[in-house]
């Protein structure tokens, strides 16, 4: 199988992150909760992965590093901690249900859409400039758009959030691994990210990086911390990780975040590029075709959208799968990127890259298009 769905779970993961997951699974219990050398064990595997978070995400309190089940489930905390009824908040116009979901289960919340036009970085910017008026009480933001790649300029927008003094929360869930993020150079209040994409860690496991707001726990429940008290420890992490841990999954995400420290962000990143771009080369003479692709490579990560004229998109996902090549069709779970695309009615084909990735599947992939299109009689 050639596998292009890294967008939504990388399925090849570096050999080391499965062998620390089934050590974990017979060496290590619960940390925080005994004195044990099995306990203490946990404990030290887990300070040591949000040691390396820290280290990869440029924050300095790994303490301020919390474990969450995946990015949905810190997006929810960031947005329902900064959030309130009748509050008014500023999107992006490629924002995940993970964010317009949230958002929209908080009473009388206006919703305000900084659009612009997809890969246009500039516009971008402008539209955030705009839109954040003084009654904005946050930003949400993601920082690669999981639909078509789009690598927006976080960093600028960043830069005016703290001019305006409104908090920022980064949904990281497509750049992290691959696309360079620094948490104290951007200011953000909160940034979420899952474990399982490009951290190649397992389902399961993610990560919200915590700025200097106040968190509100979005469960309540044992920490192993401050038990005699009737209210969640006012302490990070413990504030935040309420219930026993994903010890054997924050083990395999430990080694995940040490993958990809050592192999580089930037080099992952200029991997996956590459492929996207031989990738799009061998599709774009097919008849019908259109591909949703930046002009500046540097506007683009690993993601590449297309639609084929006559062919629904689901269909052409079937048909690929069939033919030995994963690939994502629909929505993907983000109806707003595709309106501000014009892609809302028919959805697209998504194919996504990871760093296990080689050139000749991405021949192979194209081959294989070619050929379905061919028979559809495109």
């Given at each position: 199988?050639?596998?292009?769905?890294?967008?939504?779970?990388?399925?090849?993961?570096?050999?080391?992150v499965a062998?620390?997951?089934?050590?974990?699974?017979?060496?290590?219990a619960?940390?925080?909760?005994?004195?044990?050398?099995?306990?203490m064990?946990?404990?030290?595997?887990?300070?040591?992965?949000r040691?390396?978070?820290?280290?990869?995400?440029h924050?300095?309190?790994?303490?301020?590093?919390v474990?969450?089940?995946?990015?949905?489930?810190?997006?929810?905390i960031?947005?329902k901690?900064?959030v309130r009824?009748?509050?008014?908040?500023?999107?992006?116009?490629?924002e995940?249900?993970a964010?317009t979901r949230?958002?929209h289960a908080?009473?009388?919340v206006?919703?305000?859409?900084?659009?612009?036009?997809?890969?246009?970085?500039?516009?971008a910017?402008?539209?955030f400039?705009?839109?954040i008026?003084?009654?904005?009480?946050a930003?949400v933001?993601?920082?690669v758009?999981?639909?078509?790649g789009?690598?927006?300029?976080?960093e600028?927008i960043?830069?005016?959030?703290?001019?305006?003094r409104?908090?920022?929360?980064?949904?990281?869930?497509?750049?992290?691994?691959?696309?360079p993020?620094?948490?104290?150079?951007?200011?953000?209040?909160?940034l979420a990210?899952?474990?399982?994409?490009?951290?190649?860690g397992?389902?399961?496991?993610?990560?919200l990086?915590?700025?200097?707001?106040?968190?509100q726990?979005?469960?309540?429940g044992?920490?192993g911390?401050?038990?005699?008290v009737?209210?969640?420890?006012?302490f990070l992490?413990?504030r935040?990780?309420?219930?026993?841990?994903?010890?054997?999954?924050?083990?395999g995400?430990?080694e995940?975040?040490?993958?990809?420290?050592?192999?580089g962000?930037?080099n992952?990143?200029?991997?996956?590029s590459a492929?996207?771009?031989r990738?799009a080369?061998?599709?774009?003479?097919?008849?019908?075709?259109?591909?949703?692709?930046?002009?500046?490579?540097?506007?683009?990560?690993?993601?590449?959208?297309?639609?084929?004229?006559g062919?629904d998109?689901?269909e052409?996902?079937e048909?690929l799968?069939?033919?030995?090549?994963?690939v994502r069709?629909g929505?993907h779970?983000?109806p707003?990127?595709?309106?501000?695309?014009?892609?809302?009615?028919?959805?697209?084909?998504?194919?996504?890259?990871?760093?296990?990735?080689?050139?000749w599947?991405?021949?192979a992939?194209?081959?294989q298009?070619?050929?379905?299109?061919?028979?559809?009689?495109?």
């Amino acid at each position: 199988m050639i596998y292009l769905d890294s967008a939504a779970t990388t399925l090849q993961k570096p050999p080391q992150v499965a062998r620390a997951s089934a050590w974990a699974m017979g060496h290590l219990a619960s940390p925080g909760r005994g004195g044990h050398s099995a306990a203490m064990a946990a404990a030290d595997t887990a300070f040591a992965c949000r040691q390396e978070a820290a280290r990869l995400f440029h924050l300095s309190d790994p303490e301020r590093v919390v474990f969450t089940f995946n990015a949905t489930h810190g997006l929810n905390i960031a947005i329902k901690s900064l959030v309130r009824p009748g509050s008014t908040v500023v999107i992006s116009g490629y924002e995940h249900n993970a964010v317009t979901r949230p958002l929209h289960a908080i009473p009388n919340v206006t919703v305000r859409v900084a659009e612009s036009s997809l890969f246009d970085r500039e516009r971008a910017v402008e539209a955030f400039r705009n839109a954040i008026t003084p009654e904005v009480s946050a930003v949400v933001c993601c920082h690669v758009s999981n639909v078509f790649g789009f690598i927006l300029p976080v960093e600028e927008i960043a830069r005016v959030c703290r001019e305006r003094r409104v908090p920022l929360i980064v949904d990281a869930s497509q750049s992290a691994g691959c696309v360079p993020l620094d948490m104290e150079a951007l200011g953000a209040a909160y940034l979420a990210m899952p474990g399982h994409k490009g951290l190649y860690g397992p389902q399961g496991t993610g990560l919200l990086l915590c700025g200097d707001t106040a968190p509100q726990p979005l469960l309540e429940g044992g920490t192993g911390s401050a038990s005699l008290v009737q209210t969640m420890p006012d302490f990070l992490p413990d504030r935040l990780e309420a219930g026993t841990h994903n010890v054997t999954g924050i083990a395999g995400l430990l080694e995940g975040l040490r993958f990809v420290r050592r192999t580089g962000v930037e080099n992952i990143g200029r991997r996956e590029s590459a492929l996207i771009r031989r990738l799009a080369a061998g599709l774009e003479q097919i008849p019908g075709i259109t591909l949703f692709r930046a002009r500046d490579p540097r506007a683009q990560a690993g993601v590449l959208s297309l639609q084929v004229e006559g062919l629904d998109c689901e269909e052409l996902g079937e048909r690929l799968g069939r033919r030995g090549v994963a690939v994502r069709a629909g929505l993907h779970c983000a109806p707003l990127a595709h309106r501000t695309a014009g892609t809302l009615e028919d959805g697209t084909v998504r194919l996504s890259v990871s760093a296990f990735n080689q050139p000749w599947e991405m021949d192979a992939a194209a081959r294989q298009l070619r050929q379905v299109c061919s028979g559809a009689g495109v």
